[in-house]
């Protein structure tokens, strides 16, 4: 059920943004929009600190990506629903016209200048690590890059998978990016604890071969023309890490760009 702002308040919280539109996708996960400042420039895979007043009357604040391109005039962000989250427990709750703290410096790995020129960009996540995914998709500097751009995208069930589908879904008729995306962008969404016609986790997939086969794309990845993002729980990252190294590729960071980045969807090992 997505709420659209109608009214603006008047802004009170230091670096305040308005709240436009509130999107709940299951209930667990709900995306949002916030009015852009101005001056916010960013690189598209960036995260941000967003965050609420705190009850000690100190600002609240955890790491989002933004999950909307650089081009966009408002910001999206996707988030996760933590029962007992000091954050998203009433962040969960916010509506249109209501406002968050934005700081507006953006860092991180997820960029295109982090990676070494190359043919095909694998974008490979697991729950709320879409959000990055989610901005470059929708950027045309990826597809100006890159021949082929594979998004993998897995969750324990189906319904996990929906923000991503209608956001692939809509790139195809998209005015700005649609000609572009068009037999560019492989889409491979997997769940791993409901039935779903493709399954299995992002990791077994590459190292079996399936996802090249069900896709007609040569493997395994080869560091001369693959290169690949990636963003999930700690330990898919480092499952995944050991096997792009095993397929030779290495880690870049913007200060040394590489075949492959990484950063983590979030802190922690269980809700
Ligand atoms: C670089 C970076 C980027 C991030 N980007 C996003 C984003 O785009 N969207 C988003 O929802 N979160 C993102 N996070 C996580 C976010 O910073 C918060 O942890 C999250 O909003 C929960 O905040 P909280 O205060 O409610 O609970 P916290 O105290 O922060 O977390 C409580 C526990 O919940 C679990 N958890 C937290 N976040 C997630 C998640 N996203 N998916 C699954 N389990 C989680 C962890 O086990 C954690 O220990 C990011 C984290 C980092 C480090
Ligand atoms: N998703 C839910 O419905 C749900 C509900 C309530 C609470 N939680 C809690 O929320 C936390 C986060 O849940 P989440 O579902 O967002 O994230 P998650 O547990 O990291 O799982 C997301 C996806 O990543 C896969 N995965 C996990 N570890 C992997 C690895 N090392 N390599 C490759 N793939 C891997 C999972 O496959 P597998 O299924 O094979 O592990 C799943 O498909 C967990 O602590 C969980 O207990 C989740």
Known sequence: MTQT???????????AQTVTSVTHWTDRLFSFRVTRPQSL???SGEFVMIGLMGDTGKPLLRAYSIASPNWDEELEFYSIKVPDGPLTSRLQHI?????IIL???????LVHDALLPGKRLWLLATGTGLA?????????????????????????????????????????????IGEMVEGKLLYYPTTTREAFHHMGRVTDNL???????????????DPATDRAMICGSLAFNVDLKAILEGWGLREGANSEPAEFVVE????????
Do not use: N
Not at 5 to 15: E, I
Not at 141 to 165: F, N
Not at 264 to 271: E, L, Q, R, T
């Open 5 to 15: 702002a109608t009214a603006t308040k008047t802004l009170v919280l230091p670096d």
């Open 41 to 43: 420039r960013f690189r």
């Open 95 to 99: 509506q249109p016209g209501d406002e």
């Open 103 to 109: 700081r507006p410096k953006p860092v991180g790995t």
């Open 132 to 176: 990055p995914f989610a901005s470059l998709m929708r950027d045309p500097e990826t597809y100006e890059k890159y021949d082929q751009v594979i998004m993998m995208h897995t969750c324990r069930e189906v319904a996990e998978l929906e923000y991503g589908r209608q956001l692939v879904e809509g790139l195809k008729t998209d005015e700005l």
């Open 207 to 221: 190292s079996s071969g399936k996802v090249f086969a069900d896709l007609g794309i040569p493997g395994p990845m």
């Open 264 to 271: 983590k969807a979030f802190v922690g090992d269980g809700i």
